[in-house]
């Protein structure tokens, strides 16, 4: 019976392991196959759509005033999920004002779940992002739906700065 036992065990372990690695096989390293399912859930709870799919990240798009469609892009690590809204705005990366940067700044030390970004948009301009880096236990809709919106609001409230300020 310990001979038998002992078979059944290894083969039940191996197809275990086997059916988990072929069920990750096609995931980016670092990219977990929950994350993305999550994401869904959550939008399913709160009646929202996945509006796009761009490789491994999903978008949402939201209604903004300023720039028509506001996206925000989500992917998801093991543990971590990463929300990426972008500004509407461009510019030169050498003429980017010190009170735009300063207002980036202020605003990050402000902020309690998102940071700004100015990053390399190609042939010498600058843009500006708001990303958060969020921990995917015990999160839920509506921490999500928390997140997801007050991200969107502050993008769209630089936006509008940007916009009066004739820069956008």
């Known amino acids: 019976m310990g001979l038998f036992r002992d078979v059944a065990e290894g083969f039940a372990t191996g197809f275990m392991s086997a059916t988990v690695d072929s069920l990750r096989a096609g995931f980016p390293q670092g990219q977990s196959a929950m994350g993305p399912y999550l994401v869904e859930r959550f939008c399913r709870e709160l009646g929202w759509a996945v509006d796009e799919r761009q490789g491994d990240a999903i978008l949402l798009h939201f209604n903004d005033p300023v720039v028509g469609v506001r996206k925000i892009a989500i992917t998801c690590g093991d543990k971590l999920m990463s929300l990426r ?3 509407g705005s461009t510019m030169i990366a050498r003429q980017i004002p010190g009170e735009i940067m300063g207002y980036l700044l202020l605003r990050n030390w402000e ?17 500006f992002a708001l990303a958060s880096n969020m921990l995917m236990a015990g999160m839920d809709a509506p921490v999500f739906k928390y997140v997801c ?3 969107v609001k502050e993008a769209n409230a630089f936006d509008v700065k940007m916009k009066a300020a004739g820069l956008l």
Do not use: K, Y
């Open 111 to 127: 902020l309690a779940l998102s940071a700004w970004h100015v990053f390399d948009a190609g042939n010498g301009n600058a843009a």
């Open 85 to 87: 809204v972008w500004s």
């Open 149 to 151: 919106e007050t991200m």
